[in-house]
């Protein structure tokens, strides 16, 4: 059964600080740092390191071995941000993952990444823009929507069970508070989080309150958890 969870820090979940750590995690586990906006880096248990959409807050420091872009604007497409890059470092654009209206999956051994529908009518055409569904070892799942509303496709990986899903809900780019909440009932996964909140700000927790939806989490810019 999902357990409803509200406020800074959820009963199942350790919030761990800042991200300027090492790589290394504890054996078994997968963090995630919410940088803020619509940043998003992950370490999985064995250490790789993946980067969504960097833009915004601190985190940058950790060796990539993965970076995820859903789309060109500059506060999703900051890849300069990240200077250090293991050996074979993949960096998968939007323009890699929507070819002639195909969605591409990367099964890249210490993850699975799938591209999926995102887009709106305020300057994010669905033709050209991408959400992301990143299955770590383990079966752990995250979906970061991107620069979105609501999607067909939402309907469908509402059947997939995710783990974590974050919505954006700036109501000026995207989809507003309502709409998110109506996609994050729809989606319905175990751990829905509000993003991507108004531009020009990293996190803003009034906002975040009014993100009333079955398994929210709220997390502030900067904090870490534990993948359960």
């Known amino acids: 059964m999902k357990k409803a969870l509200s406020g800074i ?3 199942s979940l350790l919030l761990l600080g800042v991200g300027g750590a090492m790589a290394e995690t504890e054996e078994g586990t997968h963090r995630l740092l919410y940088q803020g906006h619509g940043s998003l880096r992950i370490v999985t248990s064995e250490g790789k390191v993946i980067y969504v959409d960097p833009y915004a807050g601190e985190g940058y420091d950790l060796p990539a071995d993965l970076i995820l ?17 293991n050996e074979g470092c993949q960096v998968i654009y939007n323009t890699d993952a929507l070819v002639n209206g195909e969605y ?6 210490f993850a699975t990444v799938e591209a999926v529908q995102a887009g709106n009518n305020r300057n994010h055409d669905i033709n050209v823009c991408v959400g992301w569904l990143i299955t770590l070892p383990g079966g752990v799942s995250i979906y970061a929507t991107g620069d979105t509303s609501t999607t067909d496709q939402m309907a469908e990986l509402a059947e997939r069970d995710i783990h974590y899903a974050f919505f954006v809900c700036d109501g ?5 508070m309502e709409e998110a909440i109506a996609c994050a009932k729809l989606v319905n996964a175990q751990h829905s989080i509000p993003y991507h909140m108004a531009p020009g ?6 906002r975040a309150e009014l993100f009333d939806v079955p398994g929210r989490l709220i997390i502030p810019a900067g904090e870490e958890i534990i993948l359960q």
């Open 201 to 206: 700000t990293l996190f803003d927790p009034e």
């Open 69 to 85: 872009v859903s789309h060109g604007h500059p506060d999703h497409n900051a890849v300069d941000l990240i200077q250090n890059r």
């Open 172 to 176: 000026r780019f995207n989809m507003d």
């Open 104 to 109: 591409k999956t990367y099964d890249l051994g």
């Open 9 to 11: 820090l959820a009963f």
